[in-house]
């Protein structure tokens, strides 16, 4: 069995203002900061909308320990416009990296684990977001890089 959360890749935190909040953490000398690198088609993909996925923009920055992420949801239905509309700004979810996608999957539901998106392309790269933010404050994603 393969430890779900143990490997933290980044930290995501929506956003009302993109660049505002781009501006900010560099005035506070984080960054550099670059586009979120959409990777290859997915052969599997399961948001609740697609449209507003595909509006939403990214900026990240790799830190020594970790990469931050900022998103900045489109006025579209989505689980990060919910959060944004409800919440306010703030950290939406944890992106762990596993070396196995499907088996984090799979363990997950046998943990009972709903799935809020998923996304898996023919390598084995993609994410799976977990609805865990009632228990765990958080959404947890695990993903698997892009080779």
């Known amino acids: 069995m393969i430890p779900l959360f143990r490997q933290l890749h980044h930290v995501c935190v929506v956003v009302a203002d993109l660049d505002r909040a781009v501006a900010y953490y560099e005035s506070v000398g984080i960054g550099p900061w670059f586009d979120y690198p959409k990777g290859g088609a997915y052969v599997e993909y399961d948001v609740p909308n697609a449209e507003a ?7 990240c920055a790799d830190l020594d320990n970790v990469q931050l992420q900022l998103c900045q949801p489109s006025e579209l239905d989505s689980p ?18 596993t070396p196995d996608l499907a088996r984090a999957e799979e363990q997950g539901r046998e943990a009972g684990l709903g799935i809020v998106a998923r996304g898996r392309r023919a390598d084995g790269s993609g994410f799976c977001y977990f609805d865990t933010r009632s228990g765990a404050g958080v959404t947890l994603e695990v993903r698997k890089t892009q080779a």
Do not use: P
């Not at 990060?80 to 944890?94: A, I, K, M, P, T």
């Open 53 to 59: 996925s595909a509006a939403m923009r990214y900026k």
């Open 80 to 97: 990060q416009r919910r959060f944004l509309d409800s919440v306010g700004e703030g950290v939406y979810h944890l992106g762990f990296e």
